[in-house]
């Protein structure tokens, strides 16, 4: 007995090592204060680039108020699945209002994205006889859906269009699942939407769009990556897109045709086996909701402080990668460098997540740049002034 748990435990020791050796070693950081472009962590104070809070609305008092409007109307959880009697009528509201945000026919909430990705693809894509394309650099959520499938699996090279349109040439599929991010999470670029929906439409396929980093960032009225190119609300489009992150509070949802979304209801597993969100969420969800869309100056003023960064990096000897978006990544290569960099630009009081493989391919280790509405000018300036000290 004693001499299996040995070996167990020195097989994990073993590849913990090996982890801290490729220097892959993840940390967490203890924020002492809300998400903010000033935290406290772990004691010190810190100017950060590295939330997801893009529009500043984690911290909106709005909708912090209607979070314990909706704790005092609701209660504090749901009890239930959605299925079971879990489905509150602060959940519908919000989808309704979704569904009319986005122009799709329904839409579906989900606790998180993460579940909302699990839903999609292998739902749609659940036998033998069905394929997937997916982009090579999806977000790990997609991948993972894309693995829970038993479909067969098809990866393109990043943005890669002809490459794409040869697969689906010669597959003889079912049912075909073409998967992308709209806005690549670690690159920050956008995928080639239009072209993505033309070939779902010749080849008769589903796309299934994660607008995570878009959906309140772009098009008019924040209605995100779609809406940014000129596409609409089309029943052979699946659009999920989480809440964490513009919209500041939690979950996500994916909207669909009418069809399509009661089939996911049906059928989905992370949608049936699951808690449904604390109702409070969706209240307040709700509120960000209509905050995200009247507030353009959040969005106006974001795009400058894109600019300004642009701008201000063009002469270091590090790469910006091409990204209109908020996500602004700074390419390093090798693990020790980003990491190093982390570390000199923490010491000056800034935090930009360094982001490593697996996250990223081998070799592309880089700074996340994130940039917030909640952020000022004068915090890019700072941020500006000590990459080029570094340099
Ligand atoms: C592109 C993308 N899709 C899905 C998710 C998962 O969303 P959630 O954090 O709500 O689980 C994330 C990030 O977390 C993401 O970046």
Known sequence: M????????????????????????????RLDSPSDPRVIVEGQTLLAFASNDYLGLAAHPDIIEALAQGARDWGAGSGASHLVSGHLKAHETLEARLAEFTGFDRCLLFSTGYLANLAVTPTLAAGRDDAVFADR????????????????????PHGDMAALERLLERSAAKTRVIVSDAVFSMDGDLAPLSVLFR??????????????????????????????????????????????????TGGAFVAGSALAIEYLLQKARSYIFTTAQP???????????????????????????????????????????????????????????????????????????????????????????????????????KLIAALRELA
């Not at 004693?2 to 950081?29: C, F, P, Y």
């Open 2 to 29: 004693k001499d299996t748990q040995h070996t167990r435990e020195s097989l994990l020791s073993a590849r913990l090592r090996q982890l801290a050796d490729a220097g892959l070693t993840r940390q967490r950081r």
């Open 137 to 156: 650099l999806n977000h790990a959520s997609l991948i993972d859906a894309a693995r829970l499938s038993r479909a067969r699996q098809y990866r393109y």
């Open 199 to 248: 070939l779902a439409e010749r080849f008769d396929a589903w796309l299934v769009i994660d607008d995570a980093h878009g959906f309140g960032v772009l098009g008019q009225e924040g209605r995100g990556s779609l809406a940014h190119c000129g596409i609409g609300p089309d029943p052979r489009i699946l659009l999920m897109a989480t809440l964490g992150k513009a919209a500041g």
């Open 279 to 381: 109702p409070a969420i969706a209240v307040a969800t709700t509120k960000s909701l209509e905050i995200l869309q009247k507030d353009e100056a959040r969005r106006v003023h974001l795009r400058a402080l894109i600019r300004q960064l642009r701008a201000g990096c063009a002469a270091l000897p590090w790469r910006l990668l091409p990204s209109e978006t908020a996500i602004q990544p700074l390419m390093l290569g090798e693990n020790d460098k980003a990491l190093a960099l982390m570390r000199q630009l923490w010491r000056r009081g800034l935090w930009v997540a360094a982001i490593r493989p697996p996250t990223v391919p081998p070799g592309t280790a880089r700074l996340r740049i994130s940039l917030s509405a909640a952020h000022s000018e004068d915090d890019v300036a």
